[in-house]
């Protein structure tokens, strides 16, 4: 069916430019804290080797940062493009965070980053200082509204459906800002850009230190990244499980299916470490479990019940049903808007509208449903559950391999024997790809574990789209991947280049400028 | 709490507001990129062009994305109308304005002359695509754009990519690319080192002009050429955002709302007589008040498209009835008041600091301080 390759090659897109432009987010989000430290210490001592590695560890933030920016206007412009219909049904509600993200935030780090590039022998040092933190600031509260909308995405509180204009309207916008769900993704999302920061700067670090170059730099440098990506990790595991634990209020289901959970458990529930999810046959094979594990992450308790997978296909099979009611009203509405009696019946089940919507899927004329068609949609609601399981346990191990990592860093650090271990050294600069792994599979168990939903229990993700037709988006895709691996190419060959030329690049530059800051205010 | 009616009247002209801050701010980059290869001759002096908008296009960008934000969460059914109707246009705008950060960026990263011409070409057609395609969009949404709503609010646009290209579109496109071509001269006669100050100043001179006959032309077909819309009837102005609640017809030209309101005659009055003033400005180089005059041209124009059409925002000439207008197609009363909290709170200090960052970055860029910065300038 035609609008079903829209459907794929949209969300095709969608994932892919998501997922390339958070390969820059995080590093903008750790880099930025850290730039603001070792800004910070340098005006707190006047040892000129801190402004070094600010200026130094900024041309890597400058060169990530562009494609940060660059990558995040599309975001912006393909709800419109390729989410139309999604723009308009919940652009009431969703629209309003990414308007202040951009009144709050964009502006903020956009400004101040040409003065912290252009601004060196233009304003006095803590002048400068305050501008870098506000670059840092900016990214961060930037972070911060985009995940009030994705919370909300998960987790839509704070609205409800109004029939006159046909989408979601906001009722409550302290409650879409104080969302549980936005709040835990927002700390989980930004440690997880501290440790891709940390573990950035430790490994480059560590090249510097094997090869015996920079020494003095890259010594500091990372002990400053072990202590913050000490921190940063275990911050990332603790509210990681906080993400969890509101899902599990939230989104059972996406809890199942990373559980591969099929059958309801007696509570408390097992984690299952290992095993080979069977989406067939609704079963895990060769299942290596933990007793009681899943039970004391999501509900904090012994004896709360975890849903299982079948049990919240029965639930959504009841909303469905009810979910035909509001949408027969809805149509009775739409033959004459005056009809109170359907206006009634409709406010009364219009929580469920979006799981009827949910049989579009199976067939146009929804009200006509068999049983069969009723509990195929049921069963619709059930996610991917092998790559969700795999993601997340992955993405886990990921986070408890980092807090080793730093705590190591950090010991050796600390007892100043950083120069002395090659291996670790060799190990810190190898795992440098891995916190992109890690945020990379973070995002994929978020949004893949949302499906079928783009709303959840409010949109479907097939209803979402555009009415465009599948060869014009093909062709952005197409172009999307040419033009995005063009760029990835250029941009990890400036980056390397960079590391290799090294600080050498911001040094000349530092002992002209140290003369001219005798003088301040004398160039202009 | 303010009526719905006015929430809707006030974020119409935050809008326009946000659309003439981007023009003016992200404007002069476009222009600037747009002469860079002509205003420009040598290496270093490419370097000065470039390190004027260096340190500000950043910022200047955001005021696109506020704008898009701004658009989906006051207007959402315009975001997704236009957004997805111009899916190709958009795409190409995108892919514009993603190459021209890392243009900047990278260019000057490598000393190689091709590397560096290269790059100096995708600035110039980053620069160029976004103004025409601007301008374009506008084009068509005068003439209004053939999409059609269902019962349920779905849209389905059956237009084509080349559609956007008619006579008419294009002449605006060439409005838009002059107007910015101005701004951004004006802007390196101001900011730029001699020599190229005084030749992006004869481009300026040369592009006002041009941008006052191309206006004029404009306006002329407007007049003669292009049959306007018109609600049928009473419309409800505090009623519910759903565009097929009015009628519409085509009648008449959108010169008639020139009749109905003569005051409006000042937004294309504006617009002129502020590109001449830039001419003359320019000539007695008073720079900084060319830069304002352009910049109030630019205004003049945006105020112009906006008025000639009100109160549509997206006329449909595919289905009338399913015109996008300031009555119907804004955001509910809550979501219009807690944007307008917002945008009152930040606003005025988004704009009081970009004023301090200008302030600091005041004053010519010149060749000997790109030649005595070289890590630090672009």
């Known amino acids: 069916m035609n609008t079903m390759d829209v459907v794929q090659l949209s969300r095709l897109q969608f994932g892919l430019t998501a997922m390339y432009h958070f390969l820059f987010v995080p590093l903008t989000l750790g880099l930025s804290i850290l730039l603001g430290v070792m800004e910070s210490v340098y005006v707190m001592t006047g040892r000129e080797i801190w402004r070094q590695m600010t200026k130094f560890w900024g041309l890597l933030f400058g060169i990530n940062f562009a494609m940060g920016v660059a990558t995040g206007i599309t975001m912006e412009f393909q709800f419109g493009m390729n989410w139309a219909y999604y723009s308009h049904y919940v652009g009431d509600v969703f629209g309003a965070p990414l308007a202040i993200e951009g009144l709050m935030a964009f502006f903020l780090e956009a400004t101040f980053i040409g003065l912290f590039f252009f601004g060196w022998d233009k304003l006095s040092k803590v002048g400068h200082l305050a501008v870098t933190w506000l670059v840092a600031l900016g990214s961060n509260l930037s972070a911060l509204w985009i995940l009030i909308a994705n919370g909300w995405m998960q987790h839509p509180v704070g609205a409800r459906f109004n029939p006159d204009t046909m989408r979601m309207e906001v009722t409550d916008f302290s409650a879409v800002i104080l969302n549980p769900v936005a709040q835990a993704k927002f700390v989980h999302t930004v440690s997880a850009g501290y440790v891709t920061g940390s573990v950035f700067v430790l490994a480059i670090s560590a090249y510097y230190l094997l090869r015996g170059r920079h020494v003095e730099l890259a010594k500091r440098s990372m002990t400053v990244a072990a202590s913050f990506g000490l921190a940063a990790a275990l911050s990332v595991v603790v509210l990681g499980d906080e993400s969890g634990y509101t899902a599990g209020e939230n989104q059972k289901m996406k809890i199942a299916a990373i559980e591969s959970m099929w059958n309801t458990e007696k509570a408390p529930a097992s984690f299952t470490i290992f095993g080979l999810p069977n989406q067939a046959t609704h079963r895990t094979d060769d299942d290596i479990e933990v007793p009681w594990m899943l039970g004391l992450i999501v509900t904090r308790s012994i004896n709360t019940t975890v849903p299982g997978i079948d049990e919240l296909v029965a639930r959504a099979e009841t909303r469905i049903r009810a979910g035909l009611v509001a949408y027969d009203a809805l149509e009775k509405l739409h033959a004459n808007r005056a009809d109170a009696g359907a206006r009634v019946a409709l406010t009364a089940h219009a929580d469920d509208l979006g799981y009827a919507l949910l049989l579009k899927r199976f067939r146009p004329d929804i009200l ?157 | 709490m303010l009526t719905y009616e006015t929430l809707r009247l006030i974020w119409w002209t935050l809008l326009g507001t946000l659309l003439i801050g981007f023009a003016v701010t992200d404007g002069f980059d476009l222009g600037v990129a747009t002469l860079l290869p002509f205003v420009a001759r040598t290496d270093p002096e490419r370097r000065v062009v470039i390190n004027t908008v260096g340190p500000v296009w950043e910022g200047n960008q955001v005021w696109f994305i506020l704008g898009g934000g701004a658009i989906f969460a006051a207007w959402p059914p315009l975001y997704a109308v236009a957004f997805s109707g111009f899916y190709l246009a958009m795409f190409l705008v995108l892919c514009a304005l993603i190459l021209r950060p890392v243009a900047f960026k990278f260019r000057s990263k490598i000393a190689n002359p091709t590397w560096r011409s290269t790059w100096d070409w995708v600035l110039f057609i980053a620069g160029l695509i976004p103004a025409l395609v601007f301008g374009v969009a506008f084009g068509n949404v005068i003439q209004g754009v053939p999409f059609r709503f269902d019962d349920t609010l779905r849209m389905t646009y059956e237009g084509t990519l080349f559609g956007l290209l008619n006579p008419f579109a294009l002449l605006c496109g060439l409005v838009s690319v002059s107007m910015l071509v101005t701004h951004g001269g004006a802007y390196l006669a101001l900011k730029a080192d001699e020599p190229i100050a005084s030749r992006a100043a004869s481009y300026a001179r040369f592009s006002a002009l041009i941008t006052l006959v191309l206006f004029a032309a404009a306006g002329i077909w407007v007049s003669v050429g292009i049959r306007a819309y018109s609600i049928v009837g009473h419309i409800v102005q505090d009623g519910p955002s759903n565009p097929l609640l009015k009628e519409v017809a085509r009648n008449g030209t959108w010169l008639d709302h020139y009749f109905a309101q003569p005051w409006i005659v000042a937004a294309p009055l504006l617009a002129s007589m502020a590109a001449l003033a830039t001419i003359v400005l320019l000539s007695a180089r008073r720079n900084t008040l060319a830069l304002i005059a352009s910049a109030l041209s630019v205004a003049g124009v945006i105020v112009t498209a906006g008025l000639s059409i009100f109160p549509f925002l997206l006329p449909s000439s595919l289905d009338p009835k399913s015109s996008l207008t300031v009555w119907d197609a804004s955001s509910s009363q809550s979501t219009l008041t807690i944007m307008l909290v917002a945008t009152i709170i930040f606003l005025p200090v988004v704009v009081a600091y970009t004023a301090w960052v200008y302030r600091v970055l005041r004053g010519r860029v010149t060749l000997a301080y790109v030649a005595d910065n070289p890590s630090s300038t672009y």
């Open chain 1, 368 to 524: 006509n449903a068999t049983n069969a068609d009723v509990l195929a949609a049921a069963w619709s609601t059930v996610p991917a559950v092998s790559p969700l399981f795999w993601s997340f346990r992955i993405m886990v191990g990921l986070g408890l391999f980092f807090i080793v990592l730093f705590a190591v860093a950090f010991y050796l650090a600390s007892s100043r024997q950083l120069t002395s271990s090659p291996t670790f050294l060799r190990v810190a600069l190898l795992v440098l790809p891995l916190p992109w792994v890690a945020s990379e599979l973070g995002w994929f168990v978020a949004e893949v574990g949302r499906q079928p939903w783009v709303i959840e229990g409010v949109l479907p993700t097939f209803l979402a789209v555009s009415s465009l037709s599948a060869g014009n988006v093909l062709i952005t895709l197409v172009g999307f991947i040419l033009f995005y691996s063009t760029l990835l190419v250029v941009e990890i060959y400036l980056m390397v280049k960079t590391i290799r030329l090294g600080p050498a690049l911001v040094g000349p530059d530092v002992s002209a400028k140290s003369i001219a800051m005798a003088a301040p205010a004398a160039a202009e």
